[in-house]
Nanobody, 127 residues
Framework: QVQLVESGGGLVQAGGSLRLSCAAS????????MGWFRQAPGKEREFVAT????????TYADSVKGRFTISRDNAKNTVYLQMNSLKPEDTAVYYC????????????????????WGPGTQVTVSS
């Protein structure tokens, strides 16, 4: 089992940047594929990005491709989401998620694929 805690959310103007962090504790972090999802008020939770256990493979939602970067530091048990050129439509609660799996990140794009979740961190982008 793994416990996840997100941080780094906040209020930022459109065009600005934020870096989210997700700290993990429990089983070896390097055994987990990690993902970021987000949920805006009144909407379903949606995929943002995933990263493989070694960090060698990443997959992004089309809506964030070229603006967001997912990365991980297995020595620090942490996954990051660098968010640049933020837009008001990026406003949401952002969640990190974990799954022990060998499945390619290309197929780890739905919430049901993941077993463990953090409590979330709010990101608000003002226009």
């Amino acid at each position: 089992q793994v416990q996840l805690v997100e941080s780094g959310g906040g209020l930022v103007q459109a065009g600005g940047s934020l870096r989210l962090s997700c700290a993990a504790s429990g089983r070896p972090f390097s055994s987990y594929t990690m993902g970021w999802f987000r949920q805006a008020p009144g909407k379903e939770r949606e995929f943002v990005a995933t990263i493989s256990r070694t960090g060698g493979t990443t997959t992004y939602a089309d809506s964030v491709k070229g603006r967001f970067t997912i990365s991980r530091d297995n020595a620090k048990n942490t996954v990051y989401l660098q968010m640049n050129s933020l837009k008001p439509e990026d406003t949401a609660v952002y969640y990190c998620a974990a799954k022990q799996t060998l499945t390619s990140t290309l197929f780890m794009t739905t919430p049901s694929r993941f077993d463990y979740w953090g409590p979330g961190t709010q990101v608000t982008v003002s226009s």
